[in-house]
């Protein structure tokens, strides 16, 4: 079992950035796959990004934020972070931490993970 928590999200103007932190406890960090994604109102959860790693640090990124948005994780501190640069009105969500077993890859669909976080809003609006 793994635990995730959210946290950094909040209100920001376009162009403004943010920085989203998960924290992991439970079973050993090192062994997970983690990726975010969001869900707006009325919407689908879709996928942001996610970052595995093993002798190097692998990482992939949904279309829309390409460029803008870095996924990052520490696995000393049991960390996954999201720097989120530029942020546009459509990034407007509630943003999801999520964890798969790391010997099953990268994932971009939300049913590829096991574990997920409660969620944290984020809300760009000028």
């Known amino acids: 079992q793994v635990q995730l928590v959210e946290s950094g999200g909040g209100s920001v103007q376009p162009g403004d950035s943010l920085r989203l932190s998960c924290a992991a406890s439970g079973r050993t960090f090192s062994r997970y796959t983690m990726g975010w994604f969001r869900q707006a109102p009325g919407k689908e959860r879709e996928f942001v990004a996610t970052i595995s790693w093993s002798s190097i640090t692998i990482t992939r990124y949904a279309d829309s934020v390409k460029g803008r948005f870095t996924i990052s994780r520490d696995n000393a501190k049991n960390e996954v972070a999201l720097q989120m640069n530029s942020l546009k009105p459509e990034d407007t969500a509630v943003y999801y931490c999520?964890?798969?077993?790391?010997?099953?890859?990268?994932?971009?669909?939300?049913?590829?993970?096991?574990?997920w976080g409660q969620g944290t809003q984020v809300t760009v609006s000028s």
């Open positions: 999520a964890a798969r077993p790391l010997s099953m890859g990268l994932g971009t669909r939300p049913s590829n993970y096991e574990y």
